[in-house]
């Protein structure tokens, strides 16, 4: 059995990855704000998980203006909704006793 | 890295919970510019029918039908489109009307102050019923504007559809921008 990804393993990291990848592929992804209410960080504390993610490929984060004022957009990379399924999958085999 | 059975259970119930949060989210997201779209229908509808009663008392169904087409393309176009034509919201719309056009013309035959409490209140029955399956904000917008529209009712006199303007336009813009956020 694999291990448990250590980039998604983090509570903050692993709820960005479960909101992201309850979206559909091809659909734009969540803003920075959206976020911030989904996972119960700070501006601060959800931008360096953010980060995090971006190095590791998982998350493609955009910056645009909209109406004059700067919007993020955070959107699941394949690779993150691949390495997110696996965590899943490790963490059911542990409650599955395999 | 150890991780026991109590603590992967844990986090997999984060992540239920998160997924849910986000889908009813989106939701709530497509719904609050139907609201909004319908705070702007009934507001124009209203104020069309307090200076214009004559003409536009009769006719009010007519504005109604701006409402349909904008919410069916609303739906469409939303946070979660739609990909084939919401055939069953438009066959909701007609079966509320068909009911409404039944008790208030047909068989209960209500006068014009009946007729403008009735029918807000016919569909906010509906938002205050899919809050049971699709969140609370859908009861707490039904249940409260129902109630304020009652207050009119009864105690705005000649101002009522004034009072109507107010609570079902003003009323539903501010529900809508308020579930945007939910």
């Known amino acids: 059995m694999e291990g448990p990804d250590d980039v998604i393993h983090q509570p903050v990291r692993l709820r960005v990855m479960a909101a992201l990848t309850a979206l559909a592929p091809d659909e734009e992804g969540l803003d920075f704000a959206r976020l911030k209410s989904l996972t119960g960080a700070t501006d601060g504390n959800l931008g360096a998980h953010l980060d995090h993610l971006a190095r590791a490929g998982y998350v493609e984060v955009t910056k645009a203006f909209v109406a004059r004022r700067p919007r993020t957009t955070v959107k699941a990379s394949p690779q993150g909704r691949a390495a997110f399924a696996r965590h899943v999958a490790f963490l059911k085999a542990i409650i599955a006793g395999t | ?182």
Do not use: H
């Open chain 2, 1 to 182: 890295m150890t991780i026991r059975s109590d603590e992967a259970a844990a986090m997999l119930a984060d992540v239920e919970t998160v997924v849910a949060r986000v889908k009813q989210s989106r939701i709530y997201c497509s719904a609050a510019l139907c609201i909004i779209l319908w705070g702007v229908v009934d507001l124009v509808r209203d104020i069309l029918i307090a200076v214009g009663p004559r003409w536009f008392g009769p006719r009010w169904f007519l504005i109604d039908l701006i409402g349909v087409a904008g919410t069916l393309a609303l739906l469409r176009n939303g946070a979660s489109p739609v990909s084939r034509f919401p055939f069953r919201i438009l066959a909701a719309f007609a079966l509320f009307y068909a009911f409404g056009w039944i008790w208030s013309d047909l068989l209960g035959q209500f006068g014009p102050r009946e007729e403008m409490a009735f029918w807000p209140t016919l569909f906010l029955f509906g938002y205050a019923l899919a809050g049971l399956w699709f969140g609370a904000a859908f009861s707490v917008i039904g249940l409260g504007l129902t109630a304020l529209i009652l207050i009119g009712y009864f105690w705005s006199g000649e101002a009522f559809i004034l009072w109507q303007a107010f609570v079902t336009g003003f009323g539903f813009m501010l529900c809508g921008l308020w579930m945007r956020r939910a």
